[in-house]
Each structure stands twice: as C-alpha cells, then as structure tokens.
C-alpha cells in the first residue's frame, strides 16, 4: 500500500486546519456585518443614568463610522479571505488524495495566502488602533459619569488606560507573531511542494505496486 510522506502529510493537515479557520473567521465577518447593518444590537441598556446612556450612544456612532468608513474593504477581504481558504482547503484535501492536481494548486494558494494575510493584517491593525482611541475615550467619560471622586478618579483613570494600553501592545504582538508564523508556513510549504524532488516522490507514490510473480 503506497503511503504519503510524512512531511507532505502534514503540511496537508496545517494547511486543512488554517483554511477551516479561514473560513470561519470570514463566515464570522460577514455575518457580523449584517448584524451591524440591520441595528439588531441594542444602543442602550435599560437602567442607565442619562449621561451614560450618552456617552453609550456617542461610542456607538462613532465605532459605527469607522465600521462604515472601512466597510468596503473588509467585504473585499472578507470574500479573498474565503475564496482563498477553500481553495486551499480543496487543494489540500486533493494532495491528501494523491492526486497531482492538488500538488500542483496547493502551492499556488498558499502563496496566494501570503499578501491576504499581509492585507488583513494592516487592515486589523488600521482599524482596531482607532477603535482603541474611542473605546478609551468612552471609558473616560464613563469614569468622570460614574463617580464624582476628583483626584481618586483621575488614578483609576490612569491606571485603566495604562492597563488597556498594555493590553493592546500584547495583543498586538500576538496578533503579529501568529501572521509571521502563517506567512513563513505558507512560503515553507508552497516551496517543498515545488521541488522536483517532492513532485518526484509524488508521483512514485501513484505508481502501482507490481504483482508477486507466479512460482
């Protein structure tokens, strides 16, 4: 019984694993999407004193302007986003077959993948930076409306916004590590499935084994 390579085998496997998460996330996306265009969230909660409910509903309307300020381009993203994650998804699944149209379009997708994620991620960072600066600001106003505390308010202040701030500056370095790490995947593989070599092994993979000779 012919077997796949094991490094073959598991660059199909990664690669099956990240399409899926591909497609999730821009299933996410657009669906998230609507949900924002049809207002199905509520802009207040009930039981808010009227300057909270304000400043609620000035955070709203201006995270919705960024939202709507970059809508295009997250569509577009979004739809590339999937497109590509299920072409490498069927590549995948064809190379796992041993068929040689898969290892010919795997590598081609996955390099493909490389300036989406490039894309996405200057798009993330563009986007969640002036989202940060309005939800800090909310957050400031919400501490002047929930407390009249004077010096005792501006330390809370301070201390939430260092604390957001560093919380951003990680989340950013995990985001960054994470898209280095696929994007370094994606040229690693797309290269070892190009060489004349893997294709060789390949192909010897489908060659059939021949019968026992009669005794």
């Known amino acids: 019984m012919n077997q796949r390579p094991r490094k073959l085998s598991t660059i199909c496997y990664v690669a099956l694993i990240l399409s899926g998460m591909g497609l999730l996330t821009s299933l996410g996306g657009i669906a998230g999407l609507a949900l ?3 207002k199905i969230f509520p802009t207040t909660i009930s039981g808010q004193n009227k300057k909270l409910a304000e400043a609620q509903k000035h955070m709203r ?19 590339a986003l999937a497109l590509i994650s299920a072409a490498i998804l069927l590549a995948a699944i064809l190379t796992l077959q041993m068929k040689e149209i898969g290892l010919r379009l795997l590598p081609l997708t996955l390099l493909f993948a490389v300036p989406l994620e ?15 600066g309005i939800m800090l600001r909310y957050m400031h106003e919400v501490l002047q409306t929930g407390s009249q505390a004077g010096k005792q308010l501006q330390n809370v202040d301070g201390i939430m916004s260092n604390f957001m701030q560093i919380f951003s500056g990680i989340a950013v370095f995990i985001g960054f590590v994470w898209v280095v790490a696929k994007i370094i995947f994606y040229i690693y593989s797309a290269l070892y499935l190009k060489k004349p070599a893997t294709h060789q092994m390949f192909v010897q993979q489908q060659i059939p084994t021949p019968p026992p000779l009669p005794r």
């Open 61 to 79: 309307e201006e995270l919705d302007a960024v939202t709507n300020q970059w809508r295009g381009y997250q569509i577009v993203l979004l739809i």
């Open 36 to 38: 924002r265009s049809v």
């Open 118 to 132: 490039i894309a996405r991620s200057v798009f993330g960072f563009i986007v969640s930076h002036e989202m940060s």
